[in-house]
T-cell receptor
């Protein structure tokens, strides 16, 4: 079983819609969770991190964490074509970091 | 401020050779982590160094080694290269444990 699992997609949404990306993790000892965006041929860039149950908002992005269900999500409001990328979910347990395989998102103009 | 820098950008080696990849963290960051990313997969954690000491190690063979220098830059060494070592090698630096910032990566091709 992988530490962090994501639906690989692809996920397509129309411009202006809400994109919902999901992630589950297996280790209940995981302390922090991260969302990265990776454009094709580029390195991952940090969008946001969350470590407390509930929601955390930053601009058009909202991360949600439910430790009881071992579930993390990222909502992107008012999706733009420039949001088209692969979104990576990651967890941190001690000094170990685990990434999912990523979900490919396409925002259709 | 400059971000994380890595060198070289691209590298081609043959099986059995050895390779050294270099990383300079963001100024003020004392922690460096190394990742391997195979096409279509997420990054896989190799090592984390903080203040020149190894703080974390992923599930990679002993052919992989790393070190961190007094100026917090780091090197990743891979010995006895295999075809399967072909990947994008990413370095990430962090000030706090939570936020890692990635460099552009080194694309390694093993022939």
């Amino acid at each position: 079983q992988k530490e962090v699992e994501q639906n690989s997609g692809p996920l397509s949404v129309p411009e202006g819609a809400i994109a919902s990306l999901n992630c589950t993790y297996s280790d209940r000892g995981s302390q922090s969770f991260f969302w990265y965006r990776q454009y094709s041929g580029k390195s991952p860039e940090l969008i946001m991190f969350i470590y407390s149950n509930g929601d955390k908002e930053d601009g058009r992005f909202t991360a949600q964490l439910n430790k009881a269900s071992q579930y993390v999500s990222l909502l992107i409001r008012d999706s733009q074509p420039s949001d088209s990328a692969t979104y990576l979910c990651a967890s941190n347990t001690g000094n170990q970091f685990y990434f999912g395989t990523g979900t490919s998102l396409t925002v259709i103009p | 401020d400059a971000g994380v820098t890595q060198s070289p950008t691209h590298l081609i080696k043959t099986r059995g050779q050895q390779v050294t990849l270099r990383c300079s963290p963001i100024s003020g960051h004392k922690s460096v982590s190394w990742y391997q990313q195979v096409l279509g997969q997420g990054p896989q954690f190799i090592f984390q160094y903080y203040e020149k000491e190894e703080r974390g190690r992923g599930n990679f063979p002993d052919r992989f080694s790393a070190r961190q220098f007094p100026n917090y830059s780091s090197e990743l060494n891979v010995n006895a290269l295999l075809l399967g070592d072909s990947a994008l090698y990413l370095c990430a630096s962090s000030l706090a444990p939570q936020e890692q910032f990635f460099g552009p990566g080194t694309r390694l091709t093993v022939l």
